[in-house]
């Protein structure tokens, strides 16, 4: 059993910054970020599996970076240069195996989810 819980989420002018937080208990070889808009599918934002490259959306590329604290079982989402097509709830992913690369942005490869927390850009 994975639990986690996201935090940092919040209203943003466009052009700024946030960094979104999950907390993490349990185990998990592959985490990711997903978020979802309203009236459209979730999707993949980032990810990465223990010991392997991180994986990103083509369109957060040199915007968004994951990352993650193995001291403070953290994950990170650091989003920079935010416009309003990110506005979205974004999601916190965790699977306890690992993924195959092509897979990781799918939100079917992941088994557990957080609650999300919702991040607005105003233009």
């Known amino acids: 059993e994975v639990q986690l819980v996201e935090s940092g989420g919040g209203s943003v002018q466009s052009g700024g910054s946030l960094r979104l937080s999950c907390e993490v208990s349990?185990?998990?070889?592959?985490m990711g970020w997903f978020r979802q808009a309203p009236g459209k599918e979730r999707e993949g934002v980032a990810s990465?599996?223990?010991?392997?490259?991180?994986e990103y959306a083509n369109s957060v590329v040199g915007r968004f970076t994951i990352s993650r604290d193995n001291a403070k079982n953290t994950l990170y989402l650091q989003m920079n240069r935010l416009n309003p097509q990110d506005t979205a709830m974004y999601y916190c992913?965790?699977?306890?195996?690992?993924?195959?690369?092509?897979?990781?942005?799918?939100?079917?490869?992941?088994?557990?989810w957080g609650q999300g927390t919702q991040v607005t850009v105003s233009s």
């Open positions: 992913a965790a699977q306890p195996g690992l993924i195959l690369q092509w897979l990781r942005l799918r939100r079917d490869a992941y088994t557990y």
């Open positions: 349990g185990y998990a070889d592959c």
């Open positions: 990465f599996c223990r010991g392997d490259n991180m």
